[in-house]
């Protein structure tokens, strides 16, 4: 909330975000008024934009006063709201209460522009002493816009000197002086700013937007129980947090969530990032990174090719020690809560984000993307063909925390990929490089020995049982697929579980199947070839130094899994370099 705070005060210095006492709302609907309160017209104020590739439409957003916090009862915004507290239309089917809030909006403007010589101010009271609720559906200038008007709208006054009501300089400052005259009386050191002697907010105002939360917004900060009361301080009077701050932090937010051009969607989870000095430049360079949408080496941008190079990056004004900020937040039921939140400097983040990267390099098809995104790692941790293609939020988070950080990966990422590999036996690129980051990152710090194979293609030096092994298996494999190309259940499909975890009791017997193999291949210089290559890898497992052990470790798994994709990829790409050849 303090870093929120100091950004929203950076925000408000270039005038890029809603100054103390209003807050950015999205409006529908401008009533047009006379001079004398007459409603003469209804104006369509939502902004065709464009998202997901379609053109949408979407309300404006406007700088109004600040809204109330709506959990129940009748409470009425200035200046804007919904055509119930406007205009009394009954959206709910409940004519009685649509009657009361159109009550209260009219008691809520009287008090504050009643006295005012603003003929603006006037208008608009006099809109809501002659306007009459009960004939609000039937008024013919309503009549064209019912149905948006029902479905929840928001409702501003406009067409006066200036283009909205809220714009006029005396109405402005008579709202202002109304939200300071109704703060809270009970004051105290604000936890956020540090300052003695503030107004405390009861009830903080609504974080908006976020996907899976209500729509009405939820609260990141809620005390609303008897329980969580200290000192007999109800609501969040016991953890002090001045009305300044509370606004601050969540209009700062509101905004960081509101822009979907930056915001990060992370299965179920919402991550939003902004830098100390509030330039974009640095939010843009990170979903660069985070995110790469490169489909060939070529469509890489200049900034994510730089900093994967270990170069500064090609940003007008790039300072790496700018203190940079991640926070992931995860809605639920009636709060959104703090998934991660990670303070550093966005020179330190990026240098993590390249060292994943390049843990994550491994030999791959010329047609993949150069890149894989944190979404593609995910998405190999959901069973295939799954309605719900969402990982699990507690592993995308804890995922994305250890890559920003530098942290070990959750274990949970790596026993994940496993079951999966078990579930359907395919190893695929986006899988074989999640185990080698993981065994390089958790693993390979205390087993040395491991990182002559975690690289990015075949060590055929290597003499790691585990590695070799795997090795083995895929050109069995390929004896098999040689032998019978169109057979339906492969020795992968039989034998891949029991060959990586038990190899003592899969592979005597993979050997002798792979005699009928051989001798079945109807292209003899190809078996001959495939022969000489399984000798040569059976020649690395000392016959007297237990060549299958009776059980690997899950790391064992790992690097055997990691030997088989090698294995595999170096015959694809051999056959691909004699096709060139051809």
Request: proline residues 5%; contains cysteine.
């Amino acid at each position: 909330m303090q870093a929120l705070t100091r950004y929203y005060e950076t925000l408000l210095e270039d005038e890029r975000i809603a100054p103390r006492y209003y807050a950015r709302s999205g409006i529908s609907f401008g009533l047009q008024l006379d001079w004398k309160g007459n409603l003469i017209g209804i104006l369509w104020l939502k902004q065709s934009s464009e998202r997901n590739g379609k053109q949408v439409e979407r309300p404006q957003s406007l700088d109004l006063p600040e809204g109330v916090v709506r959990s129940s009862g009748v409470l009425p915004n200035f200046l804007w709201d919904n055509a119930m507290y406007f205009l009394g239309l009954d959206a709910k089917g409940d004519a009685e209460r649509a009657a009361r809030c159109f009550e209260s909006a009219k008691e809520l403007h009287l008090s504050i522009l009643g006295s005012l010589k603003s003929r603006a101010a006037k208008a608009i009271c006099a809109f809501f002493q002659s306007w009459r609720p009960e004939d609000a559906a039937s008024n013919p200038i309503v009549t064209p816009y019912l149905d948006g008007l029902l479905g929840g709208g928001n409702i501003t006054f406009c067409g006066f000197e200036t283009a909205y009501a809220f714009e006029d300089i005396e109405i402005r400052a008579a709202w202002e002086d109304h939200r300071k005259e109704n703060e809270n009386l009970f004051r105290s050191q604000c936890l956020v700013t540090g300052l003695w002697d503030q107004p405390i907010e009861r009830i903080h105002p609504k974080v908006k937007g976020v996907p899976g939360g209500q729509s009405v917004g939820t609260s990141l900060v809620s005390a609303n129980g008897s329980a969580f009361e200290s000192y007999g301080l109800e609501q969040n009077l016991n953890s002090p947090v001045s009305e300044y701050a509370a606004f601050a932090y969540t209009s700062a937010l509101n905004a960081l969530i509101a822009d979907f051009d930056r915001r990060i969607s992370l299965d179920g989870d919402t991550v939003v990032c902004w830098a100390e000095t509030g330039e974009e430049q640095y939010q843009n360079a990170f979903n660069d990174l985070t995110n790469p949408r490169a489909k060939t080496e070529n469509d890489v941008s200049k900034t994510l090719r730089s900093i994967i190079n270990g170069q500064m990056a090609d940003l007008p004004n790039f300072k790496p020690e700018t203190p940079f900020y991640v926070l992931c937040l995860s809605p639920n039921a009636a709060r959104v809560s703090v998934r991660f939140f990670l303070r550093d400097t966005f020179g330190k983040i990026a240098e993590n984000l390249v060292a994943h990267y390049k843990r994550l390099d491994i030999d791959m098809a010329p047609n993949e993307w150069p890149y894989l995104s944190l979404y593609w790692l995910l998405k190999e941790t959901v069973p295939t063909g799954s309605k719900d293609d969402a990982a699990s939020p507690l592993l995308a988070g804890a995922t994305m925390r250890a890559i920003l950080s530098g942290a070990p990966y959750p274990e949970m990422l790596f026993s994940s990929i496993l079951i999966r590999i078990r579930a359907d036996r395919k190893v695929n690129r986006a899988r074989a490089a999640t185990i080698k980051a993981y065994l390089t990152q958790n693993i390979a710090p205390e087993h040395p020995k491991y990182e002559e194979v975690l690289q990015v293609a075949l060590n055929e030096q290597s003499e790691l049982k585990p590695y070799v092994l795997g090795r083995l298996f895929a050109l069995l494999e390929q004896a098999q697929e040689n032998a019978n190309p169109n057979i339906n259940a492969t020795i992968t499909d039989r034998f891949f579980d029991s060959a990586s975890a038990t190899p003592k009791l899969a592979f005597p017997t993979l050997l002798k199947l792979n005699r009928h193999h051989l001798v079945k291949d109807e292209n003899r210089g190809r078996s001959i070839n495939v022969e000489k290559g399984i000798i040569k890898i059976v020649d690395k497992l000392d016959a007297e130094d237990d060549p299958y052990p009776a059980r690997l470790t899950l790391e064992e798994q790992g690097l055997f899994i990691l030997g088989y994709y090698h294995q595999k990829q170096a015959r694809y790409t051999k056959k691909t370099d004699s096709e060139k050849e051809n």
